[in-house]
């Protein structure tokens, strides 16, 4: 398995870069998990459009699903130059049946999972975790059988990440804040409750993402490093983990 991140900015996306993206790849199936703004742009430096098989999103606050409608336009365009017939799959919750509705479009189609089960989607299966956010968020443990990856998705802090992240080989959490600071109120978490929670679940690897525009980013790293003794990486494009 390997997981690419494309977009990671929190809010809105800097200058050439993109809001949440990751994109999840195994014996040629290619997953997209979120699809935020400047993510169908960004995504292109790694697969093309066409090559996309699935989507998966954690909610529907915009910077999380702001690309769904370009990306029902590409598939639209890219079916029609291709002669071909090919309906993307998305899959979100439907605790939200207008923003569920949306998913589907000429050449995609909403797909509900059911946040108390899990999910298949091509070799990877999907557990949930609802999150602490001001509308209904879900984060995921995907797995495809040998390594798991958790990705909180936006929350503030709960202890159930814990046990939900138990042993992960790598996870991906909001870092919306700095050390100090109270993300709870936005439905977010800082630097050091992700550290604790890498530490306390004994994961390999943490991504520090869904960053911040203010304040000096590095120090989000030192910040997780002050609490969790395993690898630490700040989010940004391009950066790759296989396992």
């Not at 290619?30 to 703004?37: H, I, K, N, T």
């Not at 975790?129 to 798991?148: A, E, F």
């Not at 977010?188 to 304040?215: C, D, K, N, R, Y």
Request: proline share 3%; charged share 20%.
């Amino acid at each position: 398995m390997k997981v690419t991140v494309v977009g990671y900015w929190g809010a809105y996306p800097a200058a050439g870069s993109a809001t949440s993206g990751y994109l999840f790849e195994k014996d040629g199936f290619r997953m997209l998990v979120d699809c935020g703004s400047g993510v169908l742009s960004r995504v292109q430096q790694f697969i093309k459009v066409s090559e996309l098989d699935a989507v998966v999103l954690s909610h529907y606050h915009h910077d999380h699903i702001a690309d769904i409608g370009p990306l029902q336009y590409a598939s639209l365009v890219q079916n029609n130059l291709n002669d071909t017939d090919y309906v993307l799959p998305i899959y979100g919750h439907k605790e939200d049946q207008d923003k569920f509705a949306a998913l589907t479009h000429n050449f995609t189609k909403g797909h509900a999972y059911d946040p108390a089960g899990t999910l298949q989607v091509g070799p990877f299966t999907i557990e949930f975790q609802k999150t602490k956010h001001p509308v209904v968020c879900y984060g995921m443990r995907i797995t495809d059988g040998d390594k798991s990856v958790v990705y909180t998705a936006d929350t503030s802090y709960i202890e159930d990440w814990i046990p939900f992240a138990q042993e992960a080989d790598l996870l991906i959490t909001d870092t919306n804040f700095y050390k100090g600071m109270d993300g709870a109120k936005a439905g977010h978490m800082t630097s050091e409750e992700a550290g604790t929670i890498a530490q306390e679940a004994g994961v390999e690897t943490l991504w520090l993402s869904h960053l911040p525009h203010f304040g000096q980013l590095t120090r989000l790293r030192q910040e997780a490093e002050d609490v969790f003794s395993g690898t630490i990486q700040l989010a940004e494009e391009g950066l790759s983990w296989s396992g």
